[in-house]
């Protein structure tokens, strides 16, 4: 899971992801990315990761909050969805720590 996605647009985050997986050395490893959206809700393909959009609340800065606890949501309804075996979550922020320990199971 990745604040904002790819293709980078904002920072550091977003170009890390953006040349992890466009250089990606091991084609047995599969990239899903989260992205923040302003109501697209269609996933798309990129660096061949699956992407997949994250709706923005008008809810100020507590979206951002809201945007990494969604995104996790999805990952794990996606991972237990499909049985993805021996999946990992990367969370390249520190916004949600405090609500981590519900999610860590």
Do not use: W
Not at 2 to 26: D, M, R, W
Not at 33 to 59: P, T
Request: charged share 20%.
């Amino acid at each position: 899971m990745i604040q904002n996605g790819i293709p980078a647009k904002y920072g550091g985050f977003e170009t890390f992801v953006k040349e992890l997986t466009a250089h990606q050395s091991n084609k047995n490893l599969k990239y899903h990315v989260a992205c923040l959206s302003n109501g697209i809700q269609e996933n798309f393909n990129h660096n061949d990761a699956d992407c997949f959009n994250i709706s923005k609340k008008n809810i100020g800065p507590a979206n951002a909050i809201y945007y990494d606890l969604a995104a996790l949501k999805h990952s794990l309804k996606e991972i237990e969805e499909k049985n993805y075996m021996g999946a990992i979550i990367d969370i390249l922020a520190c916004r949600i720590g405090p609500f981590i320990g519900h999610y860590k199971k």
